[in-house]
Structures are given as structure tokens and as C-alpha cells.
């Protein structure tokens, strides 16, 4: 069965520090992995895409990283800040004549000053 | 550029009755995905549209029905309303149709409130 799970559900952390969230899947034929950030009220705003040869995303001061063989995902958050509380998405795509996109439950971070 | 807009952006509506949520991609999207949001179930995927034609569809009961027009607005129907819809529905939108590296801007969602 194609799943993905998130880890922590939650955390919390101080402004300025580093963390990572982990996504494991059981998705195939896999085609690619997503990291998305939804402030509450809002729609996702994707931050990575990564397909099966990619190792390492970034987009400032988030890098994702891919390990197809493990079928694991993290998501590192460099020096964090205010803005960064969150709720983040990893979205794992199966191809299989057409797209299917499974989702994680994601994980909410609070950042506190 | 204007981004995705859904309207409306909160409803309330009671069991058995249906509603009907729109949404405008991005201007030259062509890809207009819907998804369903709750926290117990977190995000998941509805139907994808593609010039008008649904290209992929979710495990979803026949009630969620979509549609596209020539102007790639997308509206998404649901009937016979259940109190398990309540839910916030997003769509995003894409230029192309689902791919590697198609990257999906999403709308602020409408709040569906089924009582």
C-alpha cells in the first residue's frame, strides 16, 4: 500500500536554531518527492521537487535531501526563524500510467523567540 | 501575475444539499488540480484537469465531480452532502499537466462547513 509517514507530528524549537523532519515512504513506481510549507490559513508553497537521481534540494535556508535506496527524506531547516512556524508536507508522486500524489499527515513547527 | 483565487472562500452548508466551489489558476495554467484538506486525513488528492479534460482522478465517491472550461476556470461540485466533508478544499494550479517537475501553486482554499 502507497504511503508516507512524518516525523515528529510537532515540534517545537527556539529561533535560530537548526532542526529536520523525516519522511519515510512505501510508494511505487516512484517518480518524485515534494516538500511543501502551509502557514495556517493558506495554501502549501512547494520548496522542493526531487526526483529519483537527486540527492540534495535547497531553497535557502531549507535543504531537502532524498535517499531512494532507504526510501527516506528530510527536510533540514537552517538557523530558524519566526516565519518558519508551519506546518511542512512531503509529498511522495507514483507513476503508474498517470500521476498519483500520496501525502503525509506533515509536521507543525512552532518556532518560539 | 495574480495568483490563484477560489471563491467562495468559507461556506456553510447542511446534510443532503450541494455546492458548487470555483477556482481561477494562474494566468497561461492549464493544469488546475483539487484537493481535499482535513486533519485527520491530511491533504489529499480529487482530480486533475487538463484543457478540459479530467487527466486523474482520486479515490473519491462519485458525489465530487469537476469540470474546466475553454478558460481553464475549474469548478468542483459535491452532492448530497455528508457531515465528512467538512473540510478546506485547495486547488492549485500548474502550466503543464502532472510531471517531474511540474510545480503546483495553490490557492488559499475554501472552508467547507457541513452541518
Given amino acids: ?113 | 501575475k495574480a495568483g490563484v483565487t477560489q471563491t467562495p472562500r468559507y461556506l456553510i452548508k447542511t446534510r443532503g444539499q450541494q455546492v458548487t466551489l470555483s477556482c481561477s489558476p494562474i494566468s497561461g495554467h492549464r493544469s488546475v488540480s483539487w484537493y481535499q484538506q482535513t486533519p485527520g486525513q491530511g491533504l489529499q488528492f480529487l482530480f486533475e484537469y487538463f484543457s478540459e479534460t479530467q487527466r486523474n482522478k482520486g479515490n473519491f465517491p462519485g458525489r465530487f465531480s469537476g469540470r474546466q472550461f475553454s478558460n481553464s476556470r475549474s469548478e468542483m461540485n459535491v452532492s448530497t452532502l455528508e457531515l465528512g466533508d467538512s473540510a478546506l478544499y485547495l486547488c492549485a494550479s500548474s502550466p503543464v499537466a502532472s510531471g517531474d517537475y511540474n510545480e503546483q501553486f495553490f490557492g488559499p482554499g475554501t472552508r467547507l462547513t457541513v452541518l
Fill in chain 1, 1 to 113: 500500500k502507497n504511503q508516507v509517514e512524518q516525523s515528529p507530528q510537532s515540534l517545537i524549537i527556539l529561533e535560530g536554531k537548526n532542526c529536520t523532519l523525516q519522511c519515510n515512504y512505501t510508494v511505487s513506481p516512484f517518480s518524485n518527492l515534494r516538500w511543501y510549507k502551509q502557514d495556517t490559513g493558506r495554501g502549501p508553497v512547494s520548496l522542493t521537487i526531487m526526483t529519483f537521481s537527486e540527492n540534495t534540494k535547497s531553497n535557502g535556508r531549507y535543504t531537502a535531501t532524498l535517499d531512494a535506496d532507504t526510501k527516506q527524506s528530510s527536510l533540514h531547516i537552517t538557523a530558524s526563524q519566526l516565519s518558519d512556524s508551519a506546518s511542512y508536507i512531503c509529498v511522495v508522486s507514483a507513476r503508474s500510467g498517470t500521476y498519483k500524489y500520496i501525502f503525509g499527515t506533515g509536521t507543525r513547527l512552532k518556532v518560539l523567540a
